[in-house]
């Protein structure tokens, strides 16, 4: 017999997530912890004692800022549907669980069926832990831990962790509004709703503030968002990332796309290029950069200008659209910010700016 999974937290779906506030460690949570460091002051043998912090090597962000990042990619037809309360708050913290949320899919019915299946549901827990605690260190992907949840107790599945937070997502189709578990997926790669653009969000937070995707990966997106074939795809020579490391460059990617037989704005040909230099953050030209600016890449050795068209944590992206009548280019009409007038240039710029 097909064991069934309760419906019973659609009814948190009048929760918003505007409306809520989401507890954090700072404001909600006990952490003094059980050693404390005692120092004395030079004026008076008083001792007094400073509690050291929780998680010190952990993310320096909020489980509210984790929340964010998740809804930047899910979007509108999600919200958080549950949040940690004060009824298990102690229990939790004995075991090392500081504090947790839940986010869902909005509507369970599918506008368009997927096969026989008419229903889903979507749940994406993230757990915040004490990271020198048992619990959280016994944790690793694809093993069950059970946590307190209003005077129960929940077992969940590890999807992934990221330092002191830890992601558990269940995502289901059914037939009216009946789930069972041969039709849930709990693990990475997903396909059902907007799970695998929640596991991205959060498996792609990192410490330093820089975004956790590889200059191929943001290439990959931006380049297809622009409908450039990957295969042509420009690399720095040894000698060009020589130079280009000099200016804080790190790695990049050029592309240009020629294209005839296209009338747009009185011309019939147009070009396009797109540049993303990926950036060491720690170096000056790199602080000292903003949209607007000339940067030089150099590319097989030869110096190339190029207008800062956006920022992107460490990658920066330069686009020019550049219009001609047949082979002959009006250098009058290349431009360099958004919005573009060609559609597939403008969305690669929203796609790169979206980036996280």
């Known amino acids: 017999m097909k064991k069934f999974i309760s419906l019973a937290l659609t009814c948190f779906m009048l929760l918003s997530f505007s409306c809520c506030t989401i507890k954090t460690p700072e404001t909600e949570i006990d952490e003094t912890p059980s050693s404390e460091i005692t120092t004395e002051t030079s004026e008076s043998s008083v001792a007094t004692t400073k509690p050291a912090p929780l998680n010190p090597d952990g993310l320096t962000i909020t489980i509210s800022d984790v929340a964010r990042y998740i809804f930047s990619d899910v979007g509108e037809d999600y919200s958080a549907i549950k949040f940690a309360s004060n009824k298990d708050s102690d229990e939790n913290k004995k075991i090392g669980v500081l504090n947790y949320l839940v986010i869902g899919n909005n509507h369970f019915h599918l506008e368009k069926k997927i096969g026989d299946f008419d229903s889903i549901m979507v749940r994406i827990y993230v757990v915040e832990f004490d990271m020198s605690s048992d619990l959280y260190n016994s944790l690793s992907v694809g093993k069950d831990f059970m946590f307190f949840e209003d005077y129960g107790k929940t077992k969940l599945n590890v999807t992934a962790i990221n330092h002191q937070y830890v992601l558990?997502?269940?995502?289901?189709?059914?037939?009216?509004?009946?789930?069972?578990?041969?039709?849930?997926?709990?693990?990475?790669?997903?396909?059902?709703?907007k799970a695998q653009e929640a596991y991205d969000a959060f498996t792609s937070i990192t410490t330093d503030g820089s975004m956790g995707k590889t200059i191929d990966e943001v290439a990959d997106k931006v380049y297809t968002a622009a409908e450039m074939e990957l295969k042509y795809l420009h690399t720095p020579s040894e000698e060009s990332a020589a130079e280009n490391k000099k200016a804080g460059i790190v790695d990049c990617r050029y592309l240009n796309d020629l294209v005839t037989g296209v009338k747009n704005k009185g011309y019939d040909s147009y070009q396009i290029s797109i540049v993303i230099a990926e950036y060491d953050m720690n170096s000056e030209d790199y602080k000292n950069l903003k949209v607007g600016d000339e940067i030089i890449v150099w590319q097989s050795m030869y110096p190339v200008h190029f207008i800062v068209t956006a920022i992107n944590k460490q990658y920066v992206l330069c686009c020019y659209e550049n219009f001609a009548k047949g082979t002959t280019f009006y250098y009058d009409d290349k431009y360099t910010s958004a919005p573009?007038?060609?559609?597939?240039?403008?969305?690669?710029?929203?796609?790169?700016?979206?980036?996280?």
């Open 168 to 193: 558990s997502i269940e995502a289901c189709l059914g037939i009216n509004g009946g789930f069972d578990e041969e039709n849930c997926q709990r693990s990475a790669p997903f396909t059902i709703g």
């Open 340 to 356: 573009f007038t060609i559609e597939r240039l403008q969305k690669a710029y929203e796609v790169f700016t979206k980036l996280k």
